[in-house]
């Protein structure tokens, strides 16, 4: 164990490095460049307000745009996090092929840079707050526990991707329909009082992403949330966490022969 | 002493079936089809290696194509996993292996220096002193800003080179990295390995040239499928790996022969276009054979061989009609001509005979 935490800051630089790349080289040749990080969630959650308020009949709630800017966001790092990861060992393979560097890196940095971009664009919800006349509070500390389990969640599930993506390039694909899934359990868009009491709610408690993003609103709008939402998610990210790096380890000799 | 490279009973066991099934489909497929197939896919590009290199040691690994020689780098710089046996380094690695790959292609070089420095596992403080003596050994002063899709290969291994060997390294592996860029910059990475090996480097050099070989290493070993030949002194393992790389006879004998029957062949077409000229003209013109050959500038002695080609054409193609005739003798004048655009030296002599 000592070993490998000594190998992670020999190879903090080259961590810094490819994190580095992967902010400057998504935004690259775009004239408002990280900007985007906060105009896109702002715009798109406009539409969602606007198209599922009506829909819903929520446009008088002033909080509901801040309902969907947590789920958005949280799910949208998610996504981006753990697609990045799936394709991040392939994505790197001139490299792999070249230097011996520990495999891990390449998703983690994918998850990491993502994970900055994530973190800069949280800023929005500040004015989203005053729109929806939400005032901080101490509830707010939620916010805490719920971006360090998304965190661990994120990396855990971007490294067993990662594994299998290389012996599999179904996993792109597969993991595209997955998401979908997750994101439609993940009440996003939808006001959760309408299918509380449907049937098939335990599957949206057995949504990890869910109970973070419900953490996320109770912080944010006041609510008290379940000891669930506090532990279920944490125990499915380590568990996660532990299964990527453990097949990371025993997989990344193989990774070679694959690329 | 000890040694700075230790290589113990390596082994690298490539399975060719296991690399192909890339989708989920395949891969139950396989599933059930293994273990026949397994055992007939396995492929040992090494078997059973081992060597000791100490400081100062440069070894040059020969053998022929597909003997194991880059394998046994990438093994050596930790690419690749050992199958069985293992790998002990110690020191600073420095591994040019496939210069001018691994770039990031959108990143200018200037960020790429510092991208791929980090992944060779140089420090931030080192890269940034050494940023200037980078981009001038690789002559990119210029193009420091660009971006490096739109470098040439040459820029980009010069790059790589220089990035590579920004270090004092303890291990050096070369895999035919000296034939990099045009003949200046070839002789510059020469200079700069060779002052490289001034120190108690160990060197492992690839290379098809035993000159090459012979003017860098002072230690030789061969490699032949995947088996370790002979590892010696380059003066005692040279004269091997001349003689394994002599042609067989046999082949020579064979490849004559081939040559021998296409010089014949080219030059009976070559006498049957003249043949037909010769009838041309006698028909046209009215004139006997004879003069006709006169016109042709073929010398007297030959003029039964043509004879004879003549009544042969006359037997031959008599029957066809003249513009059947017309067309196959176009036809094969075209295949003369594509032949004659690229002639080997045997070849045109062959042709010019008819001629003399």
Same mark, same amino acid.
């Given at each position: 164990? =000592?070993?490998?935490?000594?190998?992670?800051?020999?190879?903090?630089?080259?961590?810094?490095?490819?994190?580095?790349?992967?902010?400057?080289?998504?935004?690259?040749?775009?004239?408002?460049?990280?900007?985007?990080?906060?105009?896109?969630?702002?715009?798109?959650?406009?539409?969602?307000?606007?198209?599922?308020?009506?829909?819903?009949?929520?446009?008088?709630?002033?909080?509901?745009?801040?309902?969907?800017?947590?789920?958005?966001?949280?799910?949208?790092?998610?996504?981006?996090?753990? =697609?990045?990861?799936?394709?991040?060992?392939?994505?790197?393979?001139?490299?792999?092929? =070249?230097?011996?560097?520990?495999?891990?890196?390449?998703?983690?940095?994918?998850?990491?840079?993502?994970?900055?971009?994530?973190?800069?664009?949280?800023?929005?919800?500040?004015?989203?707050? &005053?729109?929806?006349?939400?005032? /901080?509070?101490?509830?707010?500390?939620?916010?805490?526990?719920?971006?360090?389990?998304?965190?661990?969640?994120? &990396?855990?599930?971007?490294?067993?991707?990662?594994?299998?993506?290389?012996?599999?390039?179904?996993?792109?694909?597969?993991?595209?329909?997955?998401?979908?899934?997750?994101?439609?359990?993940?009440?996003?868009?939808?006001?959760?009082?309408?299918?509380?009491?449907?049937?098939?709610?335990?599957?949206?408690?057995?949504? /990890?992403?869910?109970? &973070? &993003?419900?953490?996320?609103?109770?912080?944010?709008?006041?609510?008290?949330?379940?000891?669930?939402?506090?532990?279920?998610?944490?125990?499915?990210?380590?568990?996660?966490?532990?299964?990527?790096?453990?097949?990371?380890?025993?997989?990344?000799?193989?990774?070679?022969?694959?690329? | 002493?000890?040694?700075?490279?230790?290589?113990?009973?390596?082994?690298?066991?490539?399975?060719?079936?296991?690399?192909?099934?890339?989708?989920?489909?395949?891969?139950?497929?396989?599933?059930?089809?293994?273990?026949?197939?397994?055992?007939?896919?396995?492929?040992?590009?090494?078997?059973?290696?081992?060597?000791?290199?100490?400081?100062?040691?440069?070894?040059?690994?020969?053998?022929?194509?597909?003997?194991?020689?880059?394998?046994?780098?990438?093994?050596?710089?930790?690419?690749?996993?050992?199958?069985?046996?293992?790998?002990?380094?110690?020191?600073?690695?420095?591994?040019?292996?496939? %210069?001018?790959?691994?770039?990031? #292609?959108?990143?200018?070089?200037?960020?790429?220096?510092?991208?791929?420095?980090?992944?060779?596992?140089?420090?931030?403080?080192?890269?940034?002193?050494?940023?200037?003596?980078?981009?001038?050994?690789?002559?990119?002063?210029?193009?420091?800003?660009?971006?490096?899709?739109?470098?040439?290969?040459?820029?980009?291994?010069?790059?790589?080179?220089?990035?590579?060997?920004?270090?004092?390294?303890?291990?050096?592996?070369?895999?035919?990295? %000296?034939?990099?860029?045009?003949?200046?910059?070839?002789?510059?990475?020469?200079?700069?390995?060779?002052?490289?090996?001034?120190?108690?480097?160990?060197?492992?050099?690839?290379?098809?040239?035993?000159?090459?070989?012979?003017?860098?290493?002072?230690?030789?070993?061969?490699?032949?499928?995947?088996?370790?030949?002979?590892?010696?002194?380059?003066?005692?393992?040279?004269?091997?790996?001349?003689?394994?790389?002599?042609?067989?006879?046999?082949?020579?004998?064979?490849?004559?022969?081939?040559?021998?029957?296409?010089?014949?062949?080219?030059?009976?077409?070559?006498?049957?276009?003249?043949?037909?000229?010769?009838?041309?003209?006698?028909?046209?013109?009215?004139?006997?054979?004879?003069?006709?050959?006169?016109?042709?500038?073929? #010398?007297?002695?030959?003029?039964?061989?043509?004879?004879?080609?003549?009544?042969?054409?006359?037997?031959?193609?008599?029957?066809?009609?003249?513009?059947?005739?017309?067309?196959?003798?176009?036809?094969?004048?075209?295949?003369?001509?594509?032949?004659?655009?690229?002639?080997?030296?045997?070849?045109?002599?062959?042709?010019?005979?008819?001629?003399?």
């Amino acid at each position: 164990m =000592k070993k490998y935490i000594k190998g992670f800051f020999d190879y903090r630089f080259l961590l810094s490095e490819l994190v580095k790349r992967g902010i400057r080289l998504k935004y690259r040749k775009s004239y408002l460049g990280i900007v985007w990080s906060l105009i896109e969630p702002l715009m798109t959650t406009a539409v969602l307000v606007v198209v599922f308020g009506a829909l819903f009949d929520r446009l008088k709630d002033q909080t509901f745009a801040t309902y969907i800017m947590c789920g958005r966001l949280t799910y949208t790092f998610f996504q981006n996090g753990t =697609k990045g990861a799936s394709k991040a060992i392939r994505g790197n393979a001139s490299m792999i092929k =070249k230097v011996y560097v520990p495999k891990y890196l390449y998703p983690l940095s994918n998850v990491l840079y993502n994970f900055i971009i994530y973190l800069i664009s949280l800023v929005v919800l500040v004015p989203v707050l &005053i729109i929806s006349h939400l005032a /901080p509070s101490l509830r707010m500390w939620k916010l805490i526990p719920a971006i360090v389990m998304l965190l661990i969640l994120t &990396i855990g599930v971007g490294m067993i991707l990662s594994v299998l993506d290389v012996f599999f390039r179904d996993i792109e694909y597969l993991w595209n329909v997955l998401l979908m899934i997750i994101m439609y359990l993940s009440a996003i868009f939808y006001p959760i009082e309408r299918i509380e009491k449907h049937h098939l709610m335990w599957l949206l408690h057995l949504n /990890p992403l869910y109970c &973070i &993003i419900n953490l996320f609103r109770g912080g944010l709008m006041h609510y008290s949330n379940s000891l669930w939402e506090y532990g279920y998610p944490f125990i499915f990210g380590l568990i996660c966490f532990v299964i990527g790096f453990i097949a990371m380890k025993r997989k990344q000799d193989e990774f070679i022969l694959h690329l | 002493m000890q040694p700075t490279v230790e290589v113990s009973h390596l082994g690298m066991k490539f399975n060719l079936s296991q690399e192909m099934h890339d989708t989920l489909k395949d891969y139950f497929i396989n599933l059930f089809a293994h273990h026949q197939k397994m055992k007939k896919d396995e492929f040992w590009a090494l078997s059973d290696v081992s060597f000791k290199l100490y400081p100062g040691d440069r070894l040059g690994i020969l053998g022929l194509n597909g003997a194991g020689k880059s394998t046994i780098l990438k093994a050596i710089a930790g690419v690749y996993h050992p199958t069985t046996g293992y790998v002990k380094k110690k020191g600073k690695l420095a591994p040019l292996l496939e %210069l001018g790959a691994g770039f990031e #292609p959108q990143y200018s070089a200037r960020e790429n220096i510092f991208l791929y420095g980090s992944i060779l596992g140089y420090k931030k403080e080192f890269i940034q002193s050494k940023f200037d003596e980078i981009i001038d050994f690789a002559e990119l002063r210029d193009f420091i800003e660009v971006p490096v899709k739109n470098y040439s290969s040459g820029m980009k291994s010069r790059l790589g080179f220089a990035i590579c060997t920004a270090v004092n390294p303890d291990i050096l592996i070369l895999d035919e990295v %000296l034939s990099v860029g045009d003949k200046k910059f070839r002789r510059k990475s020469e200079d700069k390995i060779m002052s490289m090996f001034d120190g108690n480097v160990t060197v492992l050099f690839v290379s098809h040239s035993l000159d090459q070989v012979r003017r860098i290493c002072n230690k030789a070993m061969i490699l032949d499928h995947g088996h370790l030949k002979c590892f010696g002194d380059i003066n005692d393992i040279a004269p091997i790996y001349e003689q394994m790389t002599q042609e067989d006879p046999e082949e020579i004998a064979k490849r004559e022969e081939q040559a021998r029957k296409n010089r014949a062949r080219k030059l009976r077409a070559s006498r049957k276009t003249k043949g037909r000229d010769i009838i041309r003209m006698t028909n046209n013109l009215g004139i006997t054979p004879e003069q006709a050959m006169a016109a042709l500038d073929i #010398p007297e002695e030959k003029y039964q061989i043509y004879r004879d080609v003549i009544s042969d054409i006359e037997e031959n193609e008599g029957m066809l009609t003249k513009q059947e005739a017309l067309k196959q003798a176009a036809a094969e004048e075209a295949e003369i001509d594509r032949e004659a655009t690229f002639p080997d030296e045997e070849e045109q002599q062959a042709v010019g005979d008819s001629d003399n």
